[in-house]
């Protein structure tokens, strides 16, 4: 048996240079797949980015445009139904029941402004006053 520090003649022999070429090729490749990979990703994100944008400029049109020919029919229209409900008490409570449902509406929107779960918030629709709670 061959116990000698001395490696086998062949190990010694052989060149290792086409060997750390193909390693630095492997390398060099997985490298350029790498950035090319980010590069596509950050292109993506980009469209996206952009996508978005022009959507949020086409909703912001919108908003403006319901802000200004449709809230305040809308506004109008609940203060007019106020007056009913003033008029007629038998048609608070549906009012009230339509007035909760625009506050639920308002709230998840993130407009709310104050108030207990549940409860109406003071001032939701400019011109309305919160509903008054149904007593049995």
Known sequence: MNTSPN???ELATADPEPQMRALRIVLT????GAVL?????DILIYR???????????NEALLAKFNENDAPVLSNLLIRL???AKANPDFQPILN???AALARVQGESG??????????????????????????
């Open 7 to 9: 490696p086998s003649p």
């Open 29 to 32: 490749m997985a490298l350029l």
């Open 37 to 41: 990979g980010f590069l596509g990703a």
């Open 48 to 58: 996206q980015l952009q996508d978005v944008r022009t959507m949020l400029h086409n």
């Open 82 to 84: 106020s007056e009913f």
């Open 97 to 99: 029941v339509h007035l």
């Open 111 to 136: 407009s709310r402004s104050g108030g207990a779960e549940g409860e109406m918030p003071t001032g939701a629709v400019p011109g309305i006053p919160a509903p008054r709670p149904n007593s049995p």
